[in-house]
């Protein structure tokens, strides 16, 4: 598969669970991608790693998508290494469900600044560098159809990432810029088995309301991302697809 060929891409949050797997498919099909990391460059090493085991190229990059100077950094890293960006995917995120009296003005803002702030600050960042065929994917979420109790600031912060892509297609259309979302359903990760979602009654609810009858996987929202970032979606802006099981 060579449909990324090319191409270069960033994937922010890309040492782990969805955005490994995004980083990977894009990869294997023939993009040159910048694997971007907070904290653990371990991991992040062992993603490049691995695609550079199966003949792709990539590198790791750390920076803070809330801070707009990593965020500059990381940018340049991407044209330093490969001398250009095509697709920038927007995947660092954290979730941390609370009761409603519990919410607290930490939980809002550490929230709100890694899933709303940073994927502004990314794609600010990358426009100017983005040019015809460049494309931008927002990883949101199912939750912004099937809201669940006490996920009002994490659902809140995937409501303004949709909106968002909404604005951004309009606002870089003109450039040949596209810019989707992708809104998974429960996934296996990391990141939901460190809340301990996984094999909990959270993940019964998923799935009974899943008309596929499981929850995911990252290989079931990777090739929905390659898609996007590909000229076969050439003609899809501004579209928020599910990656869901069909749960809506
Ligand atoms: P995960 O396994 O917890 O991985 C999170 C990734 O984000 C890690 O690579 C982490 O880097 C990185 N990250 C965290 N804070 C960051 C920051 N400030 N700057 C840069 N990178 C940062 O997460 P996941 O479950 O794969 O979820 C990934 C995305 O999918 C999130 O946007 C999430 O909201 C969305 N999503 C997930 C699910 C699900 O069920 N898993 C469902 C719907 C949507 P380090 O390793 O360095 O900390």
């Known amino acids: 598969m060579g449909r990324l060929k090319d191409k270069v891409a960033i994937v922010t949050g890309a040492s782990k669970g969805i955005g490994a797997g995004i980083a990977r498919r894009l990869a294997a099909e023939g993009a040159r991608v910048v694997v971007n990391y907070a904290s653990n460059k371990n991991d992040a090493d062992t993603v490049v790693a691995g695609i550079e085991a199966a003949g792709g190229s990539a590198v790791a ?18 044209i ?24 607290t003005e930490a939980l809002y803002r550490q929230q709100f600044d890694i899933n709303v702030l940073g994927p502004l600050l990314v794609a600010g960042a990358a426009a100017p560098h983005l040019g015809q065929g460049g494309s931008i994917i927002n990883i949101s ?23 968002i892509t909404g604005v951004l297609s309009r606002e870089l259309g003109p450039r040949g810029i596209r810019v989707n979302a992708v809104s998974p359903g429960l996934v296996e990760t990391e990141g939901t088995h460190a809340a301990g979602v996984v ?12 008309p596929l009858g499981r929850i995911g996987q990252v290989q079931d929202i990777a090739p929905i991302v390659a898609f996007l970032a590909s000229d076969d979606a050439g003609w899809v802006t501004g579209e928020v697809i ?3 099981g069909g749960m809506r």
């Open 61 to 78: 990059v750390g920076a803070d998508v809330t801070d707009s100077a990593q965020v500059a950094s990381l940018i340049q890293a991407a």
């Open 80 to 103: 330093d290494h490969f001398g250009r960006l095509d697709i920038v995917v927007n995947n660092a995120g954290i979730y941390q469900f609370a009761r409603i009296e519990e919410t």
């Open 141 to 163: 979420s199912n939750v912004t159809r099937v809201p669940p109790a006490e996920s009002a600031i994490y659902t809140g912060t995937k409501g303004a990432i949709d909106a």
């Open 199 to 210: 094999g909990s009654a959270f993940q019964a609810w998923n799935e009974a309301q899943t």
């Open 242 to 244: 599910l990656g869901s």
